[in-house]
């Protein structure tokens, strides 16, 4: 089988899901003629029509709130935010309406908001955003952060059956850049499970999303020196795989957190909290984080270069927390 | 009393012709507003009595705009309902008893105590209570109503908002996104005159709400929020153009709130003597009893006969609401999402 | 001098701030004629004009938005948010714009946003939000939370004195039940320090709010069975106090934080993250946290107190990790 | 070349009396559209040649109306431009070099390098850059203006939105807000027929973006985008209303994106000859250029030589620009708050 992009596997997903199931929409800014920012819906609507591919108003308010009150009817829509970082924008319809719905009134969102995330590409404060962090802490929202082509494919399959709202975050970095080969069938990705990334024994490298990249290249680089490093994708971030977490610790006793966001009230404080709670008698060092500064996002090259977690920076983590 | 009933409303193949109302379906309109208004009443009396939780919020001359409006909708229909549109619940199927354990956040409430008020909802009886951030059910209602379209289902959704929640931002986005959309949605604006403290001049320098309508390019119509036939025959149009494919009405239904926000509020901001004007000259109950008295023939002593049934309601109803028990505390844990549909509870909590 | 109320001493603040500087405005729902919904601005708009006390439409979007052009302008706005609930409404314009501004262009945002924050008032999923935890994870935002009456003086005046936005979270459940007597003259507390609110050698409770309080009724309750436990008040959330946080573990060797807010993904991840890596050789158990579960705030009786954090949990927690 | 300096605008007092223009003005209205078209054309050339950081926004054919409208405020005045108003800026002071370094995103770009394209801001020279998330800026300047009102200045604010725009609840609580209060606030929105790839049809089912006026309670006005001194004189009037106490205006500018929402973008979704019907029959520069020899019996030449003008100073920018260095990794650190002004490195990156 030939190999796809990351982005052709998403679209792969929803083609698949709007064949299979006739409940299933796209709505967003420029999704259906242009077929994207990005050109992740490129064609759907020639395939599935205006019903079923909508361009909207530049109004994520009415995006996802549309999309909810549509998910309540038992259509499965699927929300694109034209980039991730005016997700900001549905702050409240997603925190306050979408993820208390099911609990308060018993009335089901099962729909999906995805959109391009992150760094890496010049994109600047309004272009570049991780915005998991504020929908981690929110509970009955999901969030899924692929990093590999097969998996952006089966999770978001995944994430349209799922009967809840699923945040799926892109990583726009990954879109061109990352290839897979699509495993055979109806390809579904569990929500809730991290992956091993790549095994190894000495210590543990917990990251997500395009850092996975980078994990894998710093662990790359610490076996020449004779490290073992895994690396676990946590692939979804809401609800955390404790288990895979607490495997982890419990076989290297070492461990950096990665990740692309912001350092204060990012995930990783979550991460460490969970593993002093769950194994903390396994860790030979304290928890590292390398983590994006605590700045808005800057545009230059260099700056941005300097704020983002870097390659670099996780092999010296590593060495610390390796060497402890 | 067979007009009261609810099932007499349904039964009825009246309403559906041009907005003609049977005779029946008329003493149905004095019934809904009576019974929301001996609801409320006791609602009242339970509040004074610590029995509620939370703040209580009235529709004291209101009751025509949420019990006419209603009235217009047929069953399969969704009604999205606000802080004063117990009435509009109440048409649409929800219970006395319903509506007081929701008050009283009992385990058999329709949240099961876990939210308040009208924050309630059934898809099977077709309404869903609004969420205190204002202005979201509009948007929310834009995709219910967006379902029907693309399904080409002939049904229509009915949302409502007051004067203050036309200043929000999820008003504009949804209104504008259901009327580019041609959705089949009525919005009514509900203007009451103040939000909380605020009156509408300091809301909107519009003059009159339904001028927003023109810029969302959709039909704008208004009626005497007071006066429940008006209130029906416009919301019943808007209901038909969007059946029949016409797209969205934005309503504005004027009226006035004569108790303050919520009953802790002594209303220390509104001019003197303004209150006792809208109720000694136009309250909704009284002026409609007039109506039915002098120009549909009905009997006061039919109209005492509902009376006396709606109290006969809420007196069965609060007997049983208040044998209704409170939730159990790990309860909460339930439902977050469907799937696990419970949390593990702390260590420290279980 | 005599005790005023939490809420009273909020208002002392407002009305000197006022007096002191004629730049110092306030904008918010009913804060003018009516007071405020909790009465907080009573009487501000018949002493300051209609000028300087705006009663504005429901527009969370065009309070926030409208304060930051305001504070670029030289004027000092305190913008109230009815129920701190509703800032989510303003989630973009400040994560975006104010926290932005003067990293980008250089236009500060000397500017407040206040309101009514917490639970254990029946308050239900929209009248009880504890909406910091989002916010700590924005840089360029700082985000104070007091417990007593003289901190929400001294820290409201220092916030409206403050080159930066400041969100002030001010506790529901506090404004009426605590009191104190407030220091003479220009009562300025100083952001980003905490405060020992209560000494102790054997183990610490790090947190704000009102479940400061809360935790002072477990130190009582531990000391009578001879543990002695130290309360960190943090007052300030961001920047956080890194330095008291790191002197009280190193005297007692053991953490519990607590937070009313949801446990993932709120700040007491955050701090424990900190501690580990700021000082993980001297804990001499896992740092745990005491939160509320991870649900919608419901407004039962019985089902808040289940969910919110009480003191039998944290004298629960405390115990755990002082037998360590 | 006197006519198409800056200061030669400043200096006139013509422009403040009635909106009456000089014939300076006139050609500093000529000076600005050339120098707005070179000046990206080069940003087109540095972008071909991967100089610069991001997407390159152009504002072809829309020169007129935002050097029109920018030429009728006054210099403490303050306006907030917009994706595609790089004319408004450079009327307001903004220099070539500094939009050209803020597109390198240099060290010396007025943003340090932090932010892209028009996103800078100047409060000396009265002008706030947009951010991205559409619509804020609305909410923002009714702010700004609030604090003229407040203080009593005779300063107005100006406000630019595309048509896209209008759908964002920001737009809507800001200019509601400003309606209000009666802030001096002009909001113009430029309706270009598309936002992004979206047609003006699918933005809003409103027949005329003017039509939100009365929705408001502001005033409403209306002009040919494309024509400059048409959008001066609207702009004008509404900057004079602003001033005198009158309010808010919203004002409708028709224009036409000749080009794509970026430069990636191939318009694919533009029906053919729309683009060439515009760029033949409407650029405001061309119908500009015919105004002013026909009827302000201006010579070729002395347009020749305000091109010559432009394009030199455009080439003296870009070549300053060239020199100007990246800005150093840890500067990224400084800025985020006032106190402390500069954050701490992680440790392994210091
Ligand atoms: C976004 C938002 N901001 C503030 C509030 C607080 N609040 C609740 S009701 C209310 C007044 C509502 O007035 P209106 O919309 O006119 O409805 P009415 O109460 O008059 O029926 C306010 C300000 C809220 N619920 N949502
Ligand atoms: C809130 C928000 N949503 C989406 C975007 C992405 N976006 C950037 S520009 C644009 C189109 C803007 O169109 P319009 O307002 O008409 O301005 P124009 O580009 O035509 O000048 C979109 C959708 C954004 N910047 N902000
Ligand atoms: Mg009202
Ligand atoms: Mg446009």
Redesign the interface.
Known sequence: MAEITYLEAIREALVEEMERDANV?CLG??VG??GG?FKVTEGLQARFGE??V??????????????????????R?VAEM??A??I??A???L???V??S???????CPMVVRGPSGGYV??????SQNPE??F?????L?IVCPATAEDAKGLLKSAIR???CVLFFEHKYLYRRIKGVMPAGDHLTPIGRARVAREGKDLSIITYGATVWKAIEAADQLAQTGVSVEVIDLRTL?P?DDDAIVATVKKTNRVVIVHED????????????RI??LC??WLD???????A????L??????E???LPQT??IV??AQ?VGTY | MKGGARGAKRSAAAPAVAGRLSHSDKLSLYYWMRLTRTLEERLVNLHRQNKLVGGLFRSLGQEADAVGSAFAVEEHDVLSSLTRNLGSLLVKGATPVEVIRQHMATADS??RG??LGL???D?GRGY??H???LG?M?????????????RGEPRVGLVYLGDGATST??FH??I??AA??RCPLVVIAENNGYAYSTPTAKQSAAKRFVDKAAGYGVAGDHADGNDVLAVYEVTKRAVDRARSGGGVTLIELVTYRRRGHAEHDNQSYVPGGEVERWAAENDPIDRYVRVLIDREKVEQSDLDAIDVRATAEVDAATEQALRSPPPAGPDALA?????PSRLAPHWYRR
């Not at chain 1, 099911?102 to 089901?108: D, F, N, V």
């Not at chain 2, 929310?140 to 379902?147: E, I």
């Not at chain 2, 439902?335 to 799937?339: E, G, H, L």
């Open positions: 929409l800014e420029d003629v242009f920012a019903n079923r909508i361009d909207t108003p530049i109004s994520e308010i009415a995006i996802v709130g549309a999309a909810a009150g549509a998910a309540h009817m038992g259509l829509p034209q980039f970082d005016f900001s924008c702050y409240d319809m925190t306050n309406y993820a208390t099911r609990y308060r009134t018993g009335l089901a010049r994109g600047g404060p309004f272009h962090a504020a981690v802490h929110t509970p009955g999901k799922d009967d809840d809401a955390l912001t350092r204060t009230g990012g995930i990783a404080g979550e991460i460490a909290a002093n709670e903390w008698e060092a304290p928890v590292l984080r390398v983590t500064h605590d700045v808005p800057p545009s230059a090259a260099t700056l270069d300097f704020v670099a920076d010296a983590a610390r | 329709p949240t876990r939210d924050h309630f909802a898809m869903i209570g969420i205190s951030p979201d509009v948007a929310v209602m834009a995709g219910v109503t967006l379902s029907f379209k693309v931002g999820a986005e949804g504008n996104f580019v959309q439902d977050v999402y469907a799937n």
